[in-house]
């Protein structure tokens, strides 16, 4: 059985300019244990889809339609009461930016033990110990005198490893990681990569990658799902979709990432921009800049995925 | 580190205070007025007049008069009010404590009801909460304080009858408590003279109200801007992403952190309400600080005047000196600086 199912989710932010229909149509599943890579450019929905499944969502979104259903419980509908335990403890988040994104004037210490004495039912000394614990597993060097010191007294390296610590802290099921290594330099990215990883092997624990940096996602995910402007268009294993990507943007998307051999200048950019989410959008959201683009392709409803060999899915009526 | 910092802000305040004994002593010989003129009375002749002047040294020039000033400063003294006939510093200081407790008890209750109204309307913006504060900061603010002051008599004494009558800090039948640290509440409560406190309480009630009524709009308009400021920060998108109860999140994350503008504000409110409250003390009888300076303003006594602005600029730079020291204590980056 799958960790997490999102089925057919859809949402929208109201705001003043109109409706912007962020999410459509959105189906995707985590297995135990695997790491599902979500990658597209910015703008495509995929902080948008980790804050519906988190519940933390801007108060100007709307859930329209669908479900995310976490161990078969619907956080959406039965499961909303529910999903106040699960925060932090079954299934956490870590963000970018992890210099603004711990509180500036608490010890990060005890930023750990109060999401310790929230979830896991020790008392504030208790909390205290098993913070520093959590500090030396992430492997921050000198734990003890670590855990009094506050987010500016670190570098950014170290802030991302305290907010693995944070998200970390109860052993939740769930990980996501929204661009846990943007803004980091490369050594301390790989370095922040492995620790995710060895903490999820250990624990069995599925993590959701989101990024934008596709050679990260090929290195690190069992699967990836390549979104765009709020569509999910291909999910694949990450060997199949390198192989074999059959959806024109995956295509594109692929050509734009730097791997050896290839210079700069060969370097594709994927023409055009995001369609503005607001008002009419063809089916196709793809269709605006999509060089297959023919007018059998808008005829009638696209049906959202179809499926060619078992796992490779892609929303196209065209494909590669 | 603290320590420190109180010692970099305290030399720091002393060109500022040697500012204030130099422009408050021109300021007051160029006022318009002949001291002597007034104390000598309507019928006194011209010899009459210079002999006051004579006597008051009024007849020096401005330099020698300064110096003398000064030697009077640093002995302590603060010259003799002319009007009451008492040293400045001694009056000024039976009547600070009366200024000091009032601003105080209208300030607690300001951040009393301004801090929930400023989170809450931060919280539900736009909601029925968040108008409410709206309209009851601008109606705050936009109603004089001697108007508001005597509405509340009005209402509360006259037609209610539940306060009692607006003269001074006690009635007429209790006694003032020993005097410990001259706020009444305080030390009738150290003197276990619980039927004083009452009766001061019951007093300071209305005053206070006042003053609050007026501080209220600054406070919550402060909070909730800062709040807002903060709720949509990526640290307590955070602290909601990990779970932490709604009340964690409010308070120890996010109003924690809102809280330096709302300090700095609370400062300047404070050092505004104890001069500028004059009115409400006319209002209410009280011996404070702020209607004896009127007093010796409309009296063309100098002494009183100067008195009271040196003591307002030591009481300005205390102010200015514990904001710091608290801002130290919310925000460690703070500390770091110093």
């Not at chain 1, 009638?300 to 590669?320: E, F, K, Q, S, W």
Request: glycine share 8%; charged share 20%.
């Amino acid at each position: 059985m799958n960790l997490l199912e999102i089925e057919h989710l859809s949402l929208e932010f109201r705001t003043r300019g109109g409706t912007v229909r962020a999410l459509e149509d959105v189906s995707l599943a985590v297995g135990k244990g695997e790491t599902l890579g979500v990658v597209g450019e910015s703008g495509s929905g995929k902080s948008v889809l980790s804050f519906a499944v988190m519940g933390i969502s801007d108060a100007a979104a709307k859930v329209t339609n669908g479900a995310v259903r976490f161990e078969g419980l619907d956080l959406l509908g039965d499961g909303r009461s529910a999903l106040d335990e699960l925060r932090g403890a079954e299934m956490s988040m870590i963000f970018q930016n992890p210099r603004v994104a711990l509180n500036p004037i608490r010890m990060v210490g005890k930023q750990i033990a109060d999401v310790l004495s929230r979830h896991a039912g020790v008392t504030r000394d208790q909390a205290k110990t098993r913070a520093v614990e959590m500090l030396a597993k992430v492997r921050i060097p000198d734990p003890e005198r670590r855990a009094r010191a506050y987010p500016f007294e670190m570098s950014g390296g170290m802030c991302q490893r305290v907010m693995i610590a944070l998200a970390l802290a109860c052993s939740p099921k769930l990980l996501i990681a929204d661009e846990p290594t943007t803004g980091l330099d490369v050594t301390t990215q790989a370095a922040i990569m492995d620790l995710i990883g060895d903490l999820a092997r250990e624990s069995r624990m599925s993590t959701i990658l989101i990024t934008h940096d596709l050679a990260l996602a090929a290195e690190r995910c069992d699967r990836i799902a390549v979104m765009h402007a709020g569509h999910v268009v291909e999910v694949a294993t990450t060997a199949e979709l390198f192989a074999h990507p059959r959806h024109p943007y995956t295509a594109k998307l692929i050509a734009t990432t730097p791997r050896p051999g290839v210079g700069l200048a060969e370097l594709e950019p994927v023409p055009g921009a995001l369609p503005d989410l607001r008002g009419d959008l063809p089916d196709c959201r793809y269709s605006t800049r999509c060089e297959r683009h023919r007018a059998e392709c808008a005829a009638g409803p696209l049906a959202r995925m179809i499926d060619l060999t078992n796992a490779h899915l892609v929303a196209c009526r065209r494909p590669l | 580190m603290i320590a420190h910092l109180i010692l970099r802000r305290l030399l720091g305040a002393i060109p500022s205070l040697v500012a204030v004994v130099v422009v408050t002593f021109m300021l007051t010989r160029a006022l318009p007025g002949d001291p002597a003129a007034y104390f000598a009375g309507p019928a006194a002749t011209p010899q009459a007049i210079e002999e006051i002047r004579h006597k008051l040294g009024l007849d020096k020039s401005l330099p020698l008069q300064f110096v003398d000033y000064l030697g009077d400063l640093a002995r302590g003294e603060f010259g003799q009010s002319l009007t009451t006939g008492q040293p400045v510093a001694q009056d000024i200081l039976a009547r600070l404590p009366a200024s000091v407790e009032l601003t105080l008890a209208g300030l607690i209750l300001a951040l009393i009801v301004a801090l929930p109204l400023g989170v809450a309307a931060a919280t539900r913006p736009g909601s029925w909460i968040d108008h409410l504060a709206r309209v009851v900061s601008t109606a705050g603010v936009s109603l004089p304080v001697f108007f508001t002051g005597l509405l509340l008599v009005y209402v509360f004494y006259y037609l209610l009858g539940w306060a009692p009558a607006p003269m001074g800090r006690l009635d007429l039948f209790t006694s003032a408590p020993r005097t410990i640290t001259g706020f009444f509440l305080i030390d009738s409560l150290l003197t276990g003279e619980f039927a004083t406190f009452r009766a001061a309480a019951a007093q300071l009630t209305l005053p206070a109200l006042t003053l609050a009524l007026f501080s209220v709009a600054p406070l919550a308009r402060m909070t909730r801007a800062s709040m807002l400021g903060v709720l949509s920060s990526d640290f307590v998108r955070t602290a909601r992403a990990n779970g932490l109860s709604r009340g964690t999140v409010l308070v120890t994350y996010a109003l924690r952190n809102a809280l330096l503008p709302v300090v700095t504000t609370l400062g300047m409110v404070f050092s505004f309400l104890l001069g500028a409250n004059v009115l409400v003390e006319k209002v209410f009888s009280w011996p404070g600080i702020g209607s004896y300076a009127i007093e010796a303003l409309v009296a063309s006594d100098y002494a009183p005047v100067q008195g009271f602005i040196l003591t307002m600029a030591v009481l300005y730079v205390t102010l200015n000196l514990l904001i710091d020291v608290l801002y130290g204590l919310i925000d460690p980056r703070v500390r770091i600086e110093a």
